[in-house]
C-alpha cells in the first residue's frame, strides 16, 4: 500500500508562482512513473504531466511552458512548479503514482485558487 500526501495548494494571484509536493510512502513499493492532475468545478480530471524513472517529461498543452514537473528519488516525493497562473488554473490538483505490478494509488487533492 502507497499512501500520498500532497501539499502546497492554497489562493495566489494570477501572474503568480505556486509550488506543489506528493510525498509517497509506504513500503515495499518501487515508482515507475509519477503524474499530475487536476479537477476543476463542474470538469472532468484532466492530465498535466508525467515523470518517469529516467525523469523523462510529458506536459498536456495546456501547460506546456508554464509548469514544471520534477522529483526526488531519494524522497519519493513529486514537485509541480506552477507559474504565470491563470484563473483557469483553478482546480483540486491529484498525483498520481505507477508502482511496480502496474497499481497505480492517488493523493487525496489539494486546492488552488487562483483569484485576485
Known amino acids: 500500500q502507497v499512501q500520498l500526501v500532497e501539499s502546497g495548494g492554497g489562493l495566489v494571484q494570477p501572474g503568480r508562482s505556486l509550488r506543489l509536493s506528493c510525498a509517497a510512502s509506504?513500503?515495499?513499493?518501487?515508482?515507475?512513473?509519477m503524474a499530475w492532475y487536476r479537477q476543476a468545478p463542474g470538469k472532468q480530471r484532466e492530465w498535466l504531466g508525467s515523470?518517469?524513472?529516467?525523469?523523462?517529461?510529458d506536459y498536456a498543452d495546456s501547460v506546456k511552458g508554464r509548469f514544471t514537473i520534477s522529483r526526488d528519488g531519494a524522497k519519493n516525493t513529486l514537485y509541480l512548479q506552477m507559474a504565470s497562473l491563470k484563473f483557469e488554473d483553478t482546480a483540486v490538483y491529484y498525483c498520481?503514482?505507477?508502482?511496480?505490478?502496474?497499481?497505480?494509488?492517488w493523493g487525496q487533492g489539494t486546492q488552488v485558487t487562483v483569484s485576485s
Open positions: 498520481r503514482v505507477w508502482v511496480t505490478g502496474a497499481r497505480s494509488y
Open positions: 515523470i518517469n524513472r529516467d525523469d523523462s517529461t
Open positions: 509506504g513500503s515495499g513499493f518501487s515508482i515507475n512513473a
